[in-house]
């Protein structure tokens, strides 16, 4: 094997992501006691190296450059594996440690996994955890995520995909919005109701109605004059508040079943639902860190799996 890089490029690697993390070459001269000449010569002798602009540098701040940001998430991650590696032959790997990025979707994230992680950190406290709550789809290696949950499973091969669950799909309304407006016998009914959409926002389309019927899936198309994008749960709070009909997962509306707040609709039609999906990118060493959070979501999320 051709060694690529001596002690001094490893070092200037390692100030390099230190400055990168905390925007500043003097707060990643503190931390690795040196210089913040030191620091800006070792960023120096990469930018020269690599031929690019790392920073944008002006007297009161440093911020990445985009090749910069690429460059540093790759490092940042290379770093991590080097760390994990000697601990895991010396003996020494006792515990995760580092910084764990993840995005999933608003729904998914405040009734099923933001409520975990206190018991995540509680198991592994030197593990700090970057939480990206939105429907919108990341690319991992441009933003560097380690992980994403998402509602469908993806297209690349590079990925790794996992299934936490199936979620129920359950039809509500409010018992004011059905006092005012009647309440729904059967699926012909939603023609003459308010159904609240939500558009997807990968697409631009608004996400059709799933039900049974004689045992098969269909897929029906609703209308409404109410129509949320981005955050599912905006959908849920209008059918709170009276506004009209709305499909969503049970685990959002579970309690305001419980309460009365929300009525269930067309029972027998239901029992539809749709995959919630944990993504990772292939890797031959995935960091300690990492491949434990990926078990502690499957340990306590994953249900309903066939």
Not at 73 to 91: F, N
Not at 176 to 191: C, N, S, V
Request: glycine share 6%.
């Amino acid at each position: 094997m051709k060694r690529n890089f001596d002690d001094i490029q490893l070092g200037s690697i390692e100030l390099f992501c230190l400055a990168a993390e905390l925007s500043s070459f003097t707060a990643a001269a503190n931390a690795a006691s040196v210089t913040p000449a030191a620091v800006s010569r070792s960023v120096s002798r990469l930018e020269e190296r690599l031929g690019v602009r790392l920073f944008v540098r002006t007297t009161r701040q440093i911020r990445l450059t985009e090749a910069g940001r690429v460059y540093f998430e790759q490092c940042r991650q290379a770093l991590s594996q080097l760390v994990d590696a000697e601990r895991l032959v010396t003996g020494e790997q006792v515990a995760p440690a580092g910084l764990l990025r993840i995005s999933m979707p608003t729904p998914y994230a405040h009734y099923r996994l933001l409520p975990l992680l206190p018991k995540f950190r509680a198991l592994y406290p030197d593990v700090q955890v970057d939480v990206h709550v939105s429907n919108r789809n990341i690319d991992f290696a441009e933003e560097g995520y380690d992980l994403a949950i998402r509602g469908r499973a993806p297209t690349d091969s590079n990925m790794i995909a996992r299934k936490l669950e199936d979620a129920e799909l359950v039809l509500v309304a409010s018992p004011d919005y059905l006092k005012r407006a009647g309440t729904p016998k059967k699926l012909e009914d939603l023609q003459s109701h308010e159904c609240i959409q939500f558009e997807l926002p990968s697409t631009g389309r608004k996400i059709p109605w799933q039900f049974h019927v004689d045992k098969k899936e269909v897929f029906i198309s609703t209308a409404g004059g109410y129509c949320c994008s981005e955050d599912v749960l905006g959908i849920v709070t209008l059918a709170r508040n009276g506004a009209g009909l709305v499909q969503t997962y049970r685990f959002i509306v579970e309690k305001d079943l419980e309460k009365g707040d929300l009525v269930e609709l067309l029972p027998r039609s239901g029992g539809t639902s749709r995959p919630f999906i944990l993504l990772y990118p292939h890797a031959r060493h995935m960091s300690l860190r990492v491949r434990t959070f990926v078990n502690f979501l499957v340990e306590n999320l994953a249900r309903d799996v066939s």
